[in-house]
Structure formats: structure tokens, C-alpha cells
């Protein structure tokens, strides 16, 4: 003989189911946020600044290296 099915009981064990994984997601992003700097943007753009600072320093470089095996090829 089947079981009597109880909906209402099944209905909020899945609810309860579907709070709990909701509330370990939240809990999981708390955590992260938490981790991460709180310069937020701020701290990326102050160091995208420092690197496009020792990126232009590496393009001179490099002109003057491209400067150099010119004149060594019109100098032949």
C-alpha cells in the first residue's frame, strides 16, 4: 500500500532546504567582501596608474633600442 503523501510537510522541507542554501550564499559573499581590499576601484586605478608609469618608461627604452638597430642597419 503507497504512502499518504503530506505536501505541506514535503513543501516546506523543500523551503527550508532552499533557505539554507540561500543563506550559505550570502555567507559566502559576506566572506569574500570581506577579503578583498576595502580601497575597492580606488586601490586598481592607483596602481593601473603606477603601471602605465613604468610601461611608458619601458616604451622609451625601447624606442631607443629601435633607434639603435636602425642605425646599425644604415650604417652597413
Do not use: I, W
Not at 2 to 20: D, M, Q, S, T, V
Not at 22 to 37: E, G, H, L, N, S
Amino acid at each position: 500500500m503507497p504512502r499518504k503523501p503530506n505536501y505541506k510537510f514535503e513543501r516546506l522541507e523543500r523551503e527550508r532546504a532552499k533557505a539554507a542554501k540561500k543563506a550559505a550564499r550570502a555567507q559566502a559573499r559576506a566572506d569574500k567582501k570581506v577579503t578583498q581590499p576595502e580601497d575597492g576601484l580606488e586601490g586598481g586605478l592607483e596602481s593601473a596608474s603606477d603601471t602605465t608609469a613604468e610601461n611608458a618608461g619601458n616604451v622609451e627604452t625601447s624606442d631607443a633600442a629601435v633607434d639603435a638597430t636602425d642605425e646599425e642597419t644604415t650604417e652597413t
